[in-house]
């Protein structure tokens, strides 16, 4: 794989523009080896250099996934009024059918998903660890399907692995809730230790992170948090949290424990460049500068936030306050992370009555570096020399972002983020090596048919 290089028509090097001409090339260890900008398509450099035609980006991260969501799409929107509680259950039945095959053929064809656009590194919330009796697998199956899932798409995975221990504040596991469950955070964190270092020890081991997932306050106890985020700690690990998603989970932490979920994550240990708060769509005053002194990051959902009514959470004050800002497309509703980066803004006018709140380059950041570093990648989602090499394009010509650039590349970056759509993606690349060519995956083929029949194998499972 050495010495492979592509030449970018125009690509976004985490400027406010696109930058014309760039030369990439990339070593055998999959990092990129250099990066050179006004290197014409017809210089003797760029020579044997495979072409990418249109904008050409660091890969983009999904911060944020629950694989078998993707199950629901399309099939929790009709009937009565509902909220985010009674799409719950609906996600529950959906849970219940999973079994280790069945989940890394899901898996693989959301990942896949997720591939053609332009995705290249995901953090799945992973929360399905046993039967749905609670009993174990013999091993740690379902962790393992994701994992093999993830090598099958050809993309990177942060396995979030999540500690469930409670039906809410005080309440006990309902029955679809056990196969969520350890018993107590202590096996938990036995059980991640074993699937951690089997990870750090097999030919996955370059694409693969595991780290650490608090599911709320609602599902952990504060001796539980403690005891996650010490594990965390002593790992060096991420450690991701649903935070203030829905009023209800506020009222309860503060009949409870007397404060907010954000004060209780810090009372705890829990903030700190490390920590991800998911969601913070019902945050406060004190909770933002709580998260922003401590540089927590936030990861935003805004197309499953708006399915599920949720809310419209202050992204601009967060990041205002010190919280890098990622991006996750949660429930699947859509996967497409140039929908999820142009919503924070567009979602954020509507909210304000102001435009112009998040600069596109910011957004573009939210999409890729910031979301790498959230799933413990340093030093990726970038465009420079000794980072991994990964970048996906999106053509010029397509329906979308026709005619929304000037000739030199003028306006390009703002064009992906407000035109941009995961249909216009034609090529990806992950570690040096092409995912997706031509808008087509290069080992799986056409993803529709796959999803189909992994989505139609669970409807039948009984």
Known sequence: MGGLRWWCELAWLGGDDATAGVLVEVGADGMLRSVRAGVGRADPGAAGATVLAGLTVPGLVNA?????????RGWSEGGDRGSFWTWRQQMYDVAARLQP??????????FAEM????ITTVGEFHYLHHDTDGRPYSSDAMGEALIAAAGDA????TLLDTCYLAGGVGTALEPVQRRFSDGDAATWAARVDRLAAATAGSAAADRIRVGAAIHSVRALAPDAIAEVAAWARHHDAVLHAHVSEQPDENAACLAAYGVTPTELLGELGVL???FVAVHATHVGDHD???LGGSASSVCLCPTTERDLADGIGPAARLAAAGSPLCLGSDAHAVIDLWEEARAVELDERLATGQRGRHRPAALLAAATAAGAAALGWEGGGLLQPG???DFCTLRADGVALAGTWGPDGEGAAAAAVFAGRASE???VVVGGRAVVAGGVHCTLGPVGPLLHAALGQLTATP
């Not at 591939?115 to 332009?118: D, I, K, R, T, V």
């Not at 050809?154 to 995975?157: A, E, F």
Request: no cysteine; proline share 5%.
């Open 115 to 118: 591939a053609l656009s332009g």
């Open 101 to 110: 095959d069945t989940y890394r053929t899901l898996a693989t064809a959301v």
């Open 387 to 389: 980072a991994p090499a």
């Open 272 to 274: 700190g460049p490390r």
């Open 425 to 427: 993606v034609t090529d």
């Open 64 to 72: 944020h996934s629950h694989a078998f969501h993707r199950a629901l």
């Open 154 to 157: 050809g993309i990177r995975l």
């Open 288 to 290: 933002i500068a709580l």
